[in-house]
Nanobody, 121 residues
Framework: QVQLVESGGGLVQAGESLRLSCAASGRIFRINVMGWYRQAPGKQRELVASLNSGGGTNYAHSVKDRFTISRDNAKNTVYLQMNSLNPEDTAVYLC???????????????WGQGTQVTVSS
């Protein structure tokens, strides 16, 4: 099994920054994709940013130029630097990792418990 533990959420004012971290542990042979999703009350879960093993990134249009995803492969950790936060960014942020537990395994998606980000106006 694989565990994902997020940290770094909190309450900030509009215009401020936060940095989220997500560390993966357990039976890990290879992590193909790591990413961040978010879910606000009454809304569907949406992709915020993802980063594949080749370094390719994908961002939601609403966070481009404000958020940056990065990854420390040695630590199996993904980060999300969030700048210029606004109240519309308020949500539970969840980490996702697509993991192979062996060379013969197909990738499986694992999720963290989520960390709350609240931005006040």
């Amino acid at each position: 099994q694989v565990q994902l533990v997020e940290s770094g959420g909190g309450l900030v004012q509009a215009g401020e920054s936060l940095r989220l971290s997500c560390a993966a542990s357990g039976r890990i042979f290879r992590i193909n994709v790591m990413g961040w999703y978010r879910q606000a009350p009454g809304k569907q879960r949406e992709l915020v940013a993802s980063l594949n093993s080749g370094g390719g990134t994908n961002y939601a249009h609403s966070v481009k130029d404000r958020f940056t995803i990065s990854r420390d492969n040695a630590k199996n950790t993904v980060y999300l630097q969030m700048n210029s936060l606004n109240p519309e960014d308020t949500a539970v942020y969840l980490c996702m990792a697509s993991v192979q537990s062996s060379g013969q395994d197909i990738p499986h998606a694992y999720w963290g418990q989520g960390t709350q980000v609240t931005v006040s106006s």
